[in-house]
């Protein structure tokens, strides 16, 4: 069972076992640094569907299916799922998830979804509740554009502050025997909001409360950094990522040697045109299920706390001029 450290973290004394886990992305993510890792690239954007919405889906459910695989079990074999993305009503999550017939939880942390869906799913088969569990997360970068800021069409020009939201999806499969990386510990985020307004500029608003969950996590844990092979936060970006390190350094928490972010290994900032870095919940998702795990896997990573971060913002509260909340989870993985 799980035994609390401190005040906001929670210690998997089973260790539930990252079984299977699987990425599937879209043509810019494809064309990064990243690719050999990911399980498919579609050159398709649109994955032969007739909506960006539908398209969306579509990577979930490849997603899922490619971890249940990978994992070497059925559907049959997973108690719940837990699943969000970026739409209203999570809509990718519902649309692409219902043929697997699997119960579902559907999940909404924004961009932090990934470790929110981890966090929840790693709990459950550590509490006994379930056997094996199916964390996943998907974003978009057409449907997200159109829902959060203009069609496509209108060509707005982006700010240098602004992130790509990533076509890509992660799923990883949760259980309780393996010998994978496991679940060691997580800790649940605080909402941190200084007042950003500007939706082109979500590294800002999240990094606060990246920087919060972390301190938090190393409070409670009576450890530093550099007790960590790899300080691993969502998507942040170029912007947020700096921030981050700041707001730690007045702490007298130095990050800079281990820390690094899913939006900036996603994309080639030199090459491909995403300014500040690459975000979504596709983001963090995609990286940490298809290079991250990777690793873990053969070692080469031990000991990674994975932080994801998101703008619980809305269009509705943007409209109305209201500022963008942060949020972040974390995940203590080992192996």
């Known amino acids: 069972m799980a035994q609390r450290l401190g005040k906001y973290t929670l210690r998997l004394e089973n260790r539930p076992r990252v079984q ?42 490849e997603a ?92 707005g020009q982006r700010t240098p502050t602004a992130q790509w939201t990533a076509t890509a999806s992660g799923a990883v499969v949760v259980g309780q025997s393996g010998d994978g990386p496991w679940v060691s510990a997580v800790t649940a985020g605080r909402i941190r909001d200084l007042g950003i307004k500007d939706a082109a500029n979500m590294g800002a608003a999240m990094a606060p409360a990246a ?22 936060t969502g998507d942040l970006g170029l912007i947020g990522s700096s921030l981050m390190e700041e707001i730690l350094r007045r702490d ?10 899913c939006g900036l290994m996603l994309y080639d900032r030199e090459k491909q045109d995403v300014h500040a870095g690459g975000s979504g919940c596709g983001c963090s998702g995609a990286v940490l299920c298809s290079v991250v795990l990777q690793r873990m896997c053969r070692k080469k990573l031990r000991n990674v706390l994975f932080i994801g971060t998101g703008a619980l913002m809305s269009t509705t509260s943007s409209q109305q001029g209201e500022s963008i909340p942060g949020i972040a989870h974390l995940v203590y993985l080992q192996a």
């Open 211 to 232: 920087a919060q969950t972390l301190f938090d996590f190393l409070t409670d844990t009576q450890t530093k950094p550099a007790d960590y092979d790899l300080i691993l």
């Open 64 to 155: 899922a299916e490619e971890a249940i695989k990978k994992a070497g079990v059925t559907e049959q074999d997973i108690q719940y799922i837990l699943a969000g993305d970026l739409l209203n009503q999570c809509i990718s999550s519902t649309f692409g998830l219902q043929s697997l017939n699997i119960p579902f939880w559907g999940q909404y942390g924004a961009c932090s979804t990934m470790a929110q869906t981890l966090s929840l799913a790693s709990v459950l088969v550590d509490a006994g509740a379930a056997e094996r569990c199916l964390a996943v997360t998907s974003s978009h970068f057409c449907s997200a554009e159109r829902q959060f800021r203009f069609p496509l069409e209108y060509g």
């Open 252 to 261: 007298g928490i130095e990050i800079a040697p281990v820390h690094n972010d």
């Open 20 to 61: 299977g886990f699987a990425s599937i992305v879209g043509k810019k993510e494809g064309d990064g640094p990243l690719e050999r890792y990911f399980d498919a690239v579609h050159d398709d954007t649109t994955l032969g569907q007739d909506s960006w919405e539908k398209a969306e889906s579509r990577l979930q459910q």
